[in-house]
């Protein structure tokens, strides 16, 4: 492949870095484009997870030998590196989870514990993820608490007024995506979290889709949580972060019980340990949390700008080559959008058209993308999804495409 500029970064370079890409698949060559599942993985990850099981394998904060140490303070310049990529005023408020649903489901079994009581209400909007809706149900239905879901338009974008008709001082929680998944739609967090804060209401974010995309800084954004999943932003599985603010964090109860988060146990009672390690019981995911740092180096490295205006590129590319395709809609068309084409073939179910690119070499995801009250809210059963990340190029756009006129004209009936 000839050297591909664009945005100012070499892509053909950064492609090099990533061993997965360079492979066929079906006897064609590889074109990935469902990095809104997970992204692929830079050699400078794999490496960081190789060199830990290999060069220093060991566990964490209880040791004193040196290994122990070497992995103690890879593994917590994670969270410093972690504190900077979303400038957060303080490494301890960045908890190490296992992922996004991992940190929805601990502020939902801590702080919606503890704050949320019968008659309040938790305000979501229609384009969630499961993972920030079925936590909140649990709760809701443990509690007593009401479900409240802010209206799209057809575009897929939030309803401002009807968003501001469902707040009220029994707004405990407002819990938006950043970033849909399944439409693209980047939601307008900071004008969502000052309404939500006039009613004394803290606001979570679901920043899954938004890590890889878009600059992240919780401190003007002014959001009370951040839940993220390191394997969307280029890094490992089984790792991500929630930030919360320390004042918070400090009046929440833990999550787990366990080694790590106390401080004291005795049969007559326990003190817990200092946030974060509070929120962090048991061995954590050492190796995945050391690598995380290697894909925030390489987001940074590269700058998330001119990440955003590549990918920008990208989409603008496809939106107008896929509306080429006959009877092909697309699902999700808001103004201000992140790399993700939804869309559905008249006369061709998604799965199809999902199994039909896959033999030509192209991965794009199908199906309901765990939103399925999003597609009811479309009266579709689901999408097929092409979603693209910083490696990807026109010429795989123009595949793809080409792939789906031949599809369109062997199958559609
Ligand atoms: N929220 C959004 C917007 C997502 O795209 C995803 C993953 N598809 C999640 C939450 C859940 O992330 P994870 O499976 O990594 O916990």
Request: net charge negative.
């Amino acid at each position: 492949m000839s050297t591909i500029v664009s945005s100012g970064l070499d892509i053909q370079k950064i492609r090099d870095m990533f061993p997965v890409l360079h492979q066929e698949v079906n006897g064609k060559p590889l074109i990935y484009f469902d990095n809104a599942a997970t992204s692929q993985k830079p050699k400078s990850v794999i490496d960081a997870l190789t060199g830990y099981y290999e060069g220093y394998n060991s566990n964490i904060h209880r040791g004193i030998h040196t290994l122990a140490e070497k992995a103690t303070t890879a593994f917590e310049e994670t969270r410093k590196r972690a504190q900077q990529f979303i400038n957060s005023r303080e490494a301890e408020e960045i908890i190490f989870t296992k992922g996004t649903t991992d940190s929805i489901n601990l502020v939902a079994s801590t702080f919606g514990r503890k704050f949320i009581n019968e008659g309040d209400e938790i305000i979501i909007t229609t384009m969630e993820h499961h993972s920030n809706i079925v936590p909140w149900q649990l709760l809701c239905e443990e509690k007593g608490a009401i479900l409240k879901v802010i209206p799209i338009n057809e575009a897929g974008e939030i309803i401002f007024e009807e968003y501001e008709k469902l707040l009220s001082e029994k707004t405990k929680l407002v819990s938006v995506v950043y970033a849909s998944n399944s439409l693209g739609t980047v939601n307008p967090v900071e004008k969502i979290i000052a309404k939500a804060h006039e009613v004394g209401a803290k606001v979570l974010l679901d920043g899954a889709q938004a890590a890889a995309h878009i600059v992240l800084d919780v401190q003007k954004l002014n959001c009370d949580f951040l839940a993220l999943s390191a394997h969307k932003a280029y890094g490992p599985t089984g790792t991500g972060i929630l930030y919360g603010k320390r004042e918070i964090l400090e009046k929440i109860p833990p999550y787990q019980g366990g080694g790590e988060m106390i401080k004291d146990v005795s049969f007559n009672g326990t003190t817990y340990n200092d946030i974060p390690y509070k929120f962090e019981a048991g061995t954590p995911n050492i190796a995945d949390v050391i690598a995380f740092k290697y894909a925030m180096d390489f987001i940074d490295e590269l700058g998330k700008t001119n990440i955003a205006q590549h990918e920008n590129d990208l989409l603008a590319y496809s939106t107008s080559q896929l509306q080429t395709v006959d009877g092909l809609k697309l699902v999700g068309t808001a103004q201000d959008k992140v790399s993700v084409s939804s869309f559905i073939v008249d006369g061709i179910h998604h799965f199809d058209l999902g199994m039909l690119l896959d033999a030509k070499g192209v991965a794009v995801r199908t199906g309901h993308h765990c939103t399925q009250p999003l597609m009811d809210n479309f009266c579709i059963e689901g999408t097929a999804r092409a979603s693209f990340a910083v490696y990807n190029t026109k010429a795989e756009i123009d595949v793809m495409v080409e792939g789906l006129h031949d599809i369109v004209k062997k199958y559609r009936k």
